[in-house]
């Protein structure tokens, strides 16, 4: 029973290609988040979702789209791939902005040969 | 000056001993404070948060918070090689609603048996 679930797990795909990770957490928070994590292990806030609504953007190029149908849902797109986009790309989510720790999804491994 | 710092290691303690890991973050404005552990090729997983200074204990880990030093620690008593991890720091960082978890770049622990 998984809280915070993201699919695929791994994903290897070519450079120019188009691909999306989904994220669903069974937690009832209202906070959903996508963070990189690089080959040196350091994890960044790429994107922040509070009740559907986009309430932080960071410097991200804009061939990647989140979208979040519903509170429960963060998907990410991801346009045009690169090689420099090889990381592990992590969901999280918290009860609100601000609020507690977060809790972590499993992670997509990303690769762009 | 990174928001959050952290001495990257490795950092090798016997088993049976302290081990100490520290964190200093720039936001004076910053209320919260967490501890994560990540195990190679998993998800970060939350293990102490402190909001107030001073200690927190719970089992073999204590927080420590100073706030006036912008200066947060953990410390793991009786090592175990299962504590062997990158133990991340993350401060909350940003305004009312739109706060963002900011992370350190990880202090890898090894525990020598």
């Known amino acids: 029973d998984t809280a915070v679930s993201q699919t695929p797990k791994y994903l290897v795909t070519q450079m120019g290609n188009d691909k999306s990770i989904k994220c669903e957490q069974n937690?009832?928070?209202?906070?959903m988040y996508w963070y990189k994590q690089d080959s040196k292990k350091f994890l960044k806030i790429m994107f922040s979702y509070n009740n559907k609504e986009l309430i932080i953007n960071e410097t991200v190029p804009n061939r990647f789209s989140p979208k979040s149908p519903d509170k429960a849902h963060l998907n990410l797109h991801i346009n045009s791939l690169e090689l420099g986009d090889s990381a592990v790309y992590f969901c999280?989510?918290?009860?609100?902005?601000?609020?507690?720790?977060?809790?972590f999804g499993s992670g997509t491994r990303l690769t762009v040969v | 000056q990174k928001e959050v710092e952290q001495n990257s290691g490795p950092l090798s303690v016997p088993e049976g001993a302290i081990a100490s890991l520290n964190c200093t973050y720039s936001d004076r404005g910053s209320q919260s404070f967490f501890w994560y552990r990540q195990y190679s090729g998993k998800s970060p997983e939350l293990i102490m948060f402190i909001y107030s200074n001073g200690d927190k204990e719970d089992g073999r880990f204590t927080a420590q918070l100073n706030k006036a030093s912008q200066y947060v620690s953990l410390l793991i008593r009786d090592s175990q090689p299962s504590d062997s991890a990158t133990y991340l720091c993350?401060?909350?960082?940003?305004?009312?609603?739109?706060?963002?978890?900011?992370f350190g770049t990880g202090t890898r622990l090894t525990i020598i048996p």
């Open positions: 999280a989510s918290s009860q609100s902005p601000g609020d507690y720790g977060y809790t």
């Open positions: 937690l009832g928070h209202d906070t």
């Open positions: 993350a401060v909350n960082i940003g305004d009312f609603g739109n706060e963002k978890l900011t």
